[in-house]
């Protein structure tokens, strides 16, 4: 009996600490959805089309051509519009066993159709390249198929400062910086939110009039994009210098080496490690159409990028444009836009009525003025968009810029901030953070002329928001560590509960054992010795002497009750109070 009283209190602790062990190992690996990801991928510099071109997505595509030698190579295309020949396999990986519209598939990258259409990587440019939805109807016979455009020769590597578009007298010229010109970047301070994150891993698509890719403050961080209206070309490059400025704002990055002479201080973007994809959507005028705004928005989806930025080209009234902020949203894409001017009502959605992915920003001075006449509650959230320092295209230096699409570059480097920072956080997530931590000056609720208040990079990256903490676990033990502690609270209160009733009279003490060890009990006395719990009566019918165990035992009910009567009586008359075999008084 003593070997089985020990072993329970051992049982038992066994028992806690397997359970105890799946919850420990547990707690050491369930992961917070709302912590950063300490890993970052780096968005790629050469974004390619998604996964789901043949069900309307747009993309960049090319037909293959018949010339008098016969179907062009996968290898000369991609001489052609990707500057090497050995990119061939890419375009075999981007097409192999993807159904044609004659209802053939490419499986062998050295056989390939007339009239077949080829999905091509986002930095394909040249003659014959096309921006949209694949073409459903299939091109056969030699009038229908393209003929092959002329070979030319291969175009060297862009150096830093190098690819810069030809001058003109229609490119805008850039203003010089004037003093005070800073108090933009001074205001929004993104260096603080930096120590959390620089936005690395978020594709920035800016939708405007390109990017200057040779700046050295973004050299490396400029894909190289489309011009929407042309279908072929670059948008790695910069005549307006609108775009230019707004990259800048977004993720430039102080040069190793700044110019010499440079009297202005440096400008460093709101997100200095993020990947710009520039869509151009206007040329050497600045005028565009809705189409290609819409265009640019599906492009930059279809690309992957994570946060849209729109300039002052895009018109969120046009249906076209609309839609495609619309699909946008859907594919989860923080879309950022300039908010609508005027005072006649707007088609537009007023602010809050769009889609919750969409931010409408109005642009600020130094002292609060707006940058355009705004409608009423029209903007979501405010930034700075009046003298703005940015980077102007060409190598211009740094100039003063007014505009809300300068506003939109700050908001749109916020929203790359908070993107790295959280990545598990949905498009409507971030925007509502962006709104929800933006300095409101007092006000509990948004304001009609500047929204829910200034953007603050920082807190918009910093700031924990109770209603993103991810929902409590379903289970009632609570996390790993609290489980844990009440396994071990429960294993210790049923050994202490052991424990009492092994020193309870009568029923856990130690059994009599005859001399050959054998335990008593379970039909008959050992040889020699009296019942322990027999101790009323002896042999002779004498009463009981003190010291022996008074109590009854289960096993003679008949005369229990008369024999602990008896028991008492004697003890009493003696005076003198009796022990159990345990040493227990009674």
């Not at 940015?390 to 230096?397: C, E, H, K, N």
Request: hydrophobic content about 40%.
């Amino acid at each position: 009996m003593t070997a089985k009283v020990r072993a329970w209190p051992i049982l038992l602790g066994g028992v806690a600490m397997v359970a105890a062990l799946p919850q420990l190992s547990g707690a050491g690996q369930r992961s917070d959805p709302l912590r950063p990801a300490l890993v970052s991928v780096a968005a790629p510099a050469t974004p390619t089309p998604s996964a789901d071109a043949q069900n309307g997505a747009f993309v960049k595509y090319y037909t293959v051509a018949a010339g008098a030698d016969g179907t062009e190579s996968l290898a000369a295309i991609a001489g052609r519009l990707l500057g090497a020949a050995n990119r061939a396999e890419e375009l075999y990986r981007l097409n192999v066993g993807r159904r044609q519209a004659d209802g053939q598939s490419l499986t062998d990258s050295r056989q390939l159709r007339a009239g077949w259409t080829l999905i091509l990587p986002w930095d394909a440019v040249g003659d014959g390249v096309r921006i949209g939805p694949l073409p459903t109807q299939p091109s056969s016979g030699p009038d229908q198929a393209p003929p092959v455009p002329p070979v030319q020769p291969p175009k060297p590597p862009a150096k830093p400062g190098g690819n810069r578009p030809p001058a003109s007298s229609q490119c805008a010229n850039s203003v010089p910086s004037r003093p005070g010109s800073g108090w933009a970047q001074e205001r929004m301070a993104p260096d603080q939110a930096w120590g959390r994150t620089r936005g690395a891993g978020v594709l920035v698509a800016v939708v405007d009039s390109g990017v200057d890719a040779g700046l050295p403050e973004l050299s490396g961080r400029v894909a190289v994009g489309a011009d929407i209206p042309s279908g072929s070309g670059r948008g790695d490059v910069d005549c307006l210098g609108s775009g230019t400025a707004m990259a800048s704002i977004i993720g430039a990055r102080p040069a190793d080496t700044p110019p010499a002479g440079a009297a202005a201080a440096p400008v460093v973007g709101v997100a200095p490690e993020a990947t710009i994809l520039p869509l151009r959507v206007v040329g050497d005028v600045p005028q565009s159409k809705p189409a290609d705004a819409a265009t640019a928005i599906e492009v930059a989806v279809s690309a992957g990028a994570r946060v849209v930025a729109l300039g002052a080209f895009v018109d969120l009234a046009d249906p076209a444009v609309a839609e495609a902020i619309g699909r946008a949203s859907e594919h989860d894409v923080v879309v950022v836009a300039p908010a609508a001017t005027g005072t006649a009502a707007s088609p537009s959605p007023a602010a809050g009525d769009g889609p919750e992915a969409l931010l409408r920003v109005g642009g600020v001075g130094p002292e609060g003025q707006p940058a355009a006449n705004y409608q009423p509650s029209g903007a979501d959230v405010i930034a700075p968009g009046i003298d703005v320092a940015s980077l102007g295209a060409g190598g211009s230096g740094v100039r003063a810029s007014s505009g809300s699409q300068y506003a939109v570059a700050f908001v749109a480097g916020t929203a790359t901030l908070v993107r790295s920072a959280f990545p598990n956080l949905s498009a409507a997530q971030v925007t509502h953070r962006i709104k929800t931590t933006a300095d409101r000056a007092g006000r509990p609720d948004a304001d009609p002329a500047t929204g829910w208040g200034m953007i603050d990079p920082n807190a918009a990256v910093v700031t924990t928001l109770a209603e993103e903490a991810p929902p409590a676990p379903d289970d009632a033990g609570g996390s790993g560590a609290l489980r844990i502690l009440v396994i071990a609270l429960l294993a210790v209160a049923g050994i202490a509960a052991i424990a009492l009733l092994a020193r309870r009279p009568g029923a856990g003490g130690e059994a009599a054992t005859d001399d050959t060890g054998d335990e008593a009990g379970d039909g008959g006395e050992p040889a020699g010795r009296e019942r322990p719990d027999d101790a009323t009566a002896t042999d002779d019918g004498g009463p009981a002497t003190p010291g022996e165990d008074p109590e009854p035992t289960a096993d003679d009910a008949s005369s229990g009750a008369d024999a602990t009567d008896e028991a008492t009586t004697v003890a009493t008359a003696a005076g003198t109070s009796g022990t159990d075999p345990a040493g227990a008084r009674w």
